[in-house]
């Protein structure tokens, strides 16, 4: 059972970037499908960016081009670098892992594990 914990977040202006990370143990990452989520209090969980065991990755259109999802199998780690920050992007961020490969740079199973998350703040 691997368990994940974020850390990265911050404060940071709009236009600025901050990189998370999603350090994984209790198991290797290497064959499993890995993703970000947000949410925003009162709101629904928002997808992000996902990517699988292979190094395929997927983008939802709101960060598609800003954000870039990135897994560093030696180190069993997860990173999320986040360019070009909106306000619209403060959230509470949080890694998720499906043990099963997945595909075309999406997982296709339910994302079980979770770590506790970042907050991510973006000011105007």
């Known amino acids: 059972q691997v368990q994940l914990v974020e850390s990265g977040g911050g404060s940071v202006q709009a236009g600025g970037s901050l990189r998370l990370s999603c350090a994984a143990s209790?198991?290797?990452?290497?064959?499993?499908?890995m993703g970000w989520f947000r949410q925003t209090p009162g709101q629904e969980r928002e997808r992000v960016a996902f990517?699988?065991?292979?190094?395929?990755?997927s983008y939802e259109a709101p960060v598609k081009g800003r954000f870039i999802i990135s897994k560093d199998n030696a180190k069993n780690t997860l990173y999320l670098q986040m360019n070009s920050l909106k306000p619209d992007d403060t959230a509470l961020y949080y890694c998720?892992?499906?043990?099963?490969?997945?595909?075309?740079?999406?997982?296709?199973?339910?994302?079980?594990?979770r770590g506790q998350g970042t907050q991510v703040t973006v000011s105007s």
């Open positions: 998720a892992a499906d043990p099963n490969a997945g595909s075309g740079g999406y997982c296709y199973h339910p994302m079980d594990y």
């Open positions: 990517i699988d065991s292979r190094g395929q990755t």
């Open positions: 209790g198991d290797s990452i290497l064959n499993y499908c």
